[in-house]
């Protein structure tokens, strides 16, 4: 079975889906009054619960991609260092990206994805962040849509792993030792 002794509920899956709903209302809304229809892509591998749960509520022929990039790995810091391990299938010639990201650290990753991704022809390039931790920012990134910002504390759960585990939770933990997990 799977042991959450060591991990206390920062956010219930009830107000994770609440709010999952209320951005994807929100982006429907913003994109229909632009007459525009997003692509979703999806930063892999953290993203994916948040990408399977927003693009059901938003109500417009999306399309999707995936990208994956170097993370955390088994360590709770950040190296800093970016690295793209999964480019995209698809053009993105006159695509209104919107990146669908589990959450903005030091916002290096999401900084080096949007000036990348604006040279390959994008015709605009939004942010969806389900999580935010503004007291870690190296760099200042505009997100569009945040689902919570939280403390800076190391969470696991609904996508996020530690040492490729929790991804399955369907809540936002934070790990009270991560040494010892
Ligand atoms: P950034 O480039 O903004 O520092 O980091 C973004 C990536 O770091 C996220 O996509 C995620 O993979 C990882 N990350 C940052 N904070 C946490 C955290 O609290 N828990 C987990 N599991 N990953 C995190």
Redesign the pocket.
């Known amino acids: 079975m799977l042991d959450t002794a060591n991990l206390r509920i920062l956010i219930p899956a009830n107000e994770i889906s609440d709010r999952v709903l209320a951005l994807g209302a929100r982006i429907t809304a913003d994109y229909h009054a632009d007459g525009r229809v997003p692509h979703l892509i999806c930063?892999l591998k953290?993203g994916c619960m948040f990408l399977s749960d927003l693009m059901r509520a938003v109500n417009l022929p999306v399309t999707i991609d995936f990208i994956a990039v170097s993370?955390?790995g088994s360590e709770t810091t950040?190296s800093g260092e970016?690295r793209l391990t999964k480019d995209l299938d698809q053009s993105l010639d006159g695509r209104d990206v919107l990146f669908v990201?589990?959450?903005?650290?030091?916002?290096?990753?999401?900084s080096y994805l949007t000036d990348t991704f604006r040279r390959r022809g994008a015709r605009s390039v939004k942010i969806a962040a389900l999580l935010s931790?503004p007291a870690?920012r190296q760099i200042e990134v505009p997100i569009d849509y945040v689902g919570f910002e939280i403390p800076d504390?190391?969470?696991?759960g609904y996508g996020?792993?530690?040492a490729e585990r929790y991804r399955n939770l369907p809540f936002i933990g934070v790990v009270e030792n991560p040494t010892a997990v």
């Open positions: 930063v953290g993370s955390y950040s970016v990201e589990d959450i903005v650290d030091t916002g290096l990753t999401l931790k870690r504390e190391f969470v696991v996020l792993d530690h």
